[in-house]
């Protein structure tokens, strides 16, 4: 019965299913107000499962060598990605119910839908692709020491709690992290890591559509991009679903939760529409400068209690 | 004297033996067919036969001159199997037995003042703590002594012989000593002196976690920037090491336990990648990374045992590498506090987590260049095939452990080889059991939606560079430039410099040190009347003294 339970938790909700709902609703979101900045209509709000349907009836074309890993590294990446959104979203259901230090668990997790996409990439024989694959392991390089001190930064904060359901218990008895000095700087840098680690502009040099022809993607067609997009969907409702967790936890009603989540999109999008591609050496030099220094300050400041 | 008092078996040491032996075992299969027509077949497997059972007899003795007479042994053996590699062999074989001989003699100095200080050689009979003032005698005791345990495992500073050695030596003894016995070794002795010898100050806790905390960052900095498979693999076997000296460093329960634990997943899959990189070698004859790529569909058990096991390093749940680098991490945040030395901790616990971010971006260089990514000269390599089974099955078997120590952390490897040598204490969390099954069942529905999907077709086509023709010679991207941008990042490049010259090796340093040899050697002319003079002089002296 409690496997049963936790299979219907993974598969259903508020993993797999709910999270991909989720996931392609946010993605209308961005498409409609992204389509509205630029004087455009967008498209109705079932554009992107229609889309999905369709690419995942199509003809697979796969190059010569590697298919093993190029058939299987989507479902990896699809498979973590919505692993997190189940842990995330039980979490915030019971939080005193979660299993000891998920934190890390969710960490590790959030790094392998780009572990996938460089597999998937390096599978594919392509010179384009392999320059994709170098592009995103450089980005997961450059977001993951700011992303790791912002996370640590939070974790000292609710008193070294690496489980969920404490980090957001924390928050009810003390108020949000995100409204003191060192939970405001960490906020902040996590806001750019976030867009890095969802391959958004202006920090998508890996997917590059006028240089490299969608870089790591550009092998993939049918069920495997398909899925590559189901990813990426997943992961725009699971990414700032972990930094309303973290950050701004202390009332996790579903309204909340909603309004929440959809305040972090909109920041999100105006990042996209307003900036240019960086290139990835921009990119990494960004990341360790900026993000990194206001993250370090955000862990002194969160280790001197502030 | 009692035979028992010699050897004692206990919970430490017990699996450390078992994992020797299975490595041994594994060794030996494999170099039945790896050094098949190498010369000096004797000596190999005589030297690898000594090695096993000294190796075996330094964990299981509980005396420590007995144990410093293993460990010599095991040193003298190291720098005879080395030595049997190809060219440059004999240059690495003296380094290394240069920095492990010289540690193995601050060793004897360390037992010396141990027995002074406790008045036994028996490693049961002496409990010295570190916590008092009037320690300074014990503080140096176990530094000495916790020199030869970083030399034979590898942690910085007396790191350098590990990257040499797995360049020069026979894959199959890299494989066995500095990748997976030495490992167990080293770590091995460093928590039976931590845990049961010395009782540690908070002051040499931070020092071993500072000590870890730079071994992971630095060596894993190196590895990121290497262009041979072996070399690289090297530098991993070192940056490993600070997770678990980071892990006993914490002195928590389950610090200390999910660094045992690293200890033995360690050896598990380094030896599994030095194996694999046997198999390359013995393939292509080369292991240089931009002279290969593409091996993945002509060597597919090899690519798979590589595959896993790089998941099983970097961390990626649900494998092994990822349980006990999550215990670690579970110890480090455990002494989390306000304060400097809370800083200090907070830079180990970030050194640990972003290092294993570095060693993910390696080994994705080191898949993409040695197996995926465009195959390198097409006509060489049409005529590779999977090696014999002698050869694929031990990386096979030691993925395959990667993977069952990682679902069943809990159930097997924890349960019967970690807890009880801490007692009672019980780990909860990541029951991997219900989560990985999930993860399987929806794999498995993948790869039958694949097959059964009769409406979606399937085809095989040339990869697609806008339009041009693809040749794959002039358009390869190898993955030795995968991290240049990080290399050209201002204080980096710096850095990575001055680490090519040699100036962080202590073998290196060491050499400007007994610089004051050379008036030594100006004496030894070889001429007669020079060292009458001398004795001339010395007799003087002493008859002055003696006056």
Request: hydrophobic share 55%; with cysteine; aromatic share 12%.
């Amino acid at each position: 019965m409690e496997i049963l339970k936790s299979v219907f938790n993974y598969l259903v909700f508020p993993g797999l299913l709910f999270s991909v709902f989720a996931g392609l609703m946010a993605g209308w979101i961005d498409r409609k107000v992204s389509a509205r900045l630029q004087w455009r209509v967008g498209p109705p709000w079932h554009q992107n499962f229609t889309d999905i349907i369709k690419l995942s009836g199509k003809e697979t074309i796969f190059p010569q060598g590697g298919k093993f890993t190029f058939l299987l590294s989507p479902f990896l990446g699809f498979l973590s990605a919505s692993l997190v959104a189940a842990i995330l979203g039980w979490s915030i259901l019971n939080p005193d119910k979660s299993f000891s230090s998920d934190l890390i668990v969710v960490l590790y997790l959030l790094l392998v839908p780009a572990v996938a996409i460089i597999l998937g990439a390096s599978a594919s024989r392509n010179p384009l692709a392999s320059v994709g694959a170098s592009r995103e392991m450089k980005m997961v390089l450059a977001y993951e020491l700011p992303f790791i001190l912002a996370v640590i930064a939070m974790i000292i904060k609710s008193s070294g709690a690496i489980q969920l359901g404490k980090v957001i218990n924390h928050q009810l008895f003390f108020g949000s992290n995100v409204f003191s000095f060192s939970g405001f700087l960490a906020f902040v840098s996590i806001i750019f890591c976030m867009q890095a680690k969802l391959g958004l502009v202006p920090f998508d040099a890996s997917e590059a559509e006028q240089e490299i022809m969608g870089g790591a993607l550009i092998e993939y067609s049918g069920l495997g991009l398909a899925l590559f997009k189901l990813t990426k969907a997943v992961m725009l409702y699971t990414m700032p679903l972990f930094v309303i967790i973290l950050f701004i936890g202390r009332d996790l009603s579903p309204l909340f939760v909603i309004l929440k989540f959809v305040g972090i999109l909109v920041i999100i999008i105006l990042i996209k529409n307003t900036n240019p591609r960086l290139r990835i050496d921009q990119a990494m030099r960004f990341f360790w400068r900026v993000p990194t220094v206001l993250s370090v300050i955000a862990v002194v400041l969160a280790i001197f209690g502030k | 004297m009692n035979f028992f008092q010699l050897f004692k078996l206990d919970s430490l040491n017990g699996f450390v033996v078992l994992a020797i032996g299975f490595f041994t075992v594994l060794a030996l299969v494999y170099s039945s067919k790896f050094m098949q027509a190498k010369r000096g077949l004797v000596q190999y497997y005589l030297y690898m036969v000594i090695t096993a059972i000294c190796a075996i007899g330094a964990v299981l003795t509980n005396n420590l001159v007995l144990l410093l007479f293993f460990w010599g042994i095991l040193g003298l053996t190291l720098y005879l199997l080395v030595n049997l590699g190809g060219e440059g062999a004999n240059l690495a074989a003296k380094k290394t037995f240069v920095i492990v001989g010289g540690t193995d003699a601050l060793m004897l100095l360390g037992i010396s003042i141990l027995y002074f200080l406790s008045g036994s050689i028996q490693m049961d009979e002496i409990n010295i703590s570190l916590t008092g003032n009037s320690s300074g005698l014990g503080l140096a005791a176990y530094l000495l002594i916790a020199a030869a345990c970083f030399a034979k495992a590898g942690a910085m500073p007396f790191h350098s012989w590990i990257p040499d050695c797995a360049d020069k030596a026979p894959l199959p003894v890299v494989a066995y000593l500095p990748a997976a016995v030495d490992k167990l070794l080293g770590i091995y002795l460093l928590a039976r002196i931590s845990l049961y010898l010395f009782v540690l100050s908070p002051a040499v806790n931070m020092f071993l976690m500072i000590a870890g905390a730079v071994t992971i960052i630095a060596a894993v900095m190196m590895a990121l920037i290497q262009h041979n498979m072996k070399r690289l693999l090297g530098y991993h076997a070192v940056s490993q090491v600070g997770y678990m000296l980071l892990g006993i460093g914490t002195g928590t329960a389950v610090g200390i336990a999910g660094a045992i634990f690293h200890m033995l997943n360690n050896s598990i899959y380094k030896q599994c990648f030095f194996l694999a990189a046997g198999n390359v070698e013995q393939k292509t004859g080369t292991t240089e990374l931009n002279k290969l790529g593409g091996l993945a569909k002509t060597m597919p058990i090899t690519y798979i045992s590589c595959l896993f096991a790089s998941f099983s390093i970097c961390g990626i749940p649900p494998f092994n590498g990822f349980v006990s680098k999550w215990m670690i991490y579970q110890g480090v945040i455990e002494r989390l506090s306000s304060g400097f030395n809370g800083l200090i901790v907070a830079f180990c616990l970030v050194a640990a987590m972003f290092g294993s971010s570095l060693t993910l971006a390696s080994f994705m260089k080191l898949i993409h260049a040695v197996f995926l990514g465009q195959r390198m000269n097409q006509q060489e390599n049409k005529e590779i095939s999977e090696v014999k089974w002698q050869m694929w099955m031990p990386p096979a078997i030691l993925a395959l452990i990667c993977v069952v120590f990682g679902v069943f952390a809990n159930q097997i490897p924890l349960r019967y080889f970690i807890q009880p040598i801490l007692g009672n204490i019980v780990f909860s969390g990541w029951y991997a059991g219900v989560t990985t099954l999930i993860i399987m069942i929806a794999l498995f529905s993948g790869v039958v939606i694949f097959y059964l999907n009769t409406k979606t077709v399937y085809r095989k086509d040339q990869a697609f560079v806008g339009g041009e023709a693809l040749d794959s010679d002039a358009h390869a991207v190898t993955g030795t430039e995968f991290y240049n941008t990080v290399k050209d990042i201002g204080l980096m490049r710096m850095v990575y410099k001055k680490a090519e010259a040699g100036v962080f090796d202590i073998y290196e340093q060491g050499k400007k040190i007994f610089r004051v040899s050379d008036f030594l050697r100006f004496l030894h002319n070889g001429i007669m009347p020079t060292y009458l003079i001398w004795m001339l002089l010395g007799m003087l002296g002493l008859f002055f003294f003696l006056r």
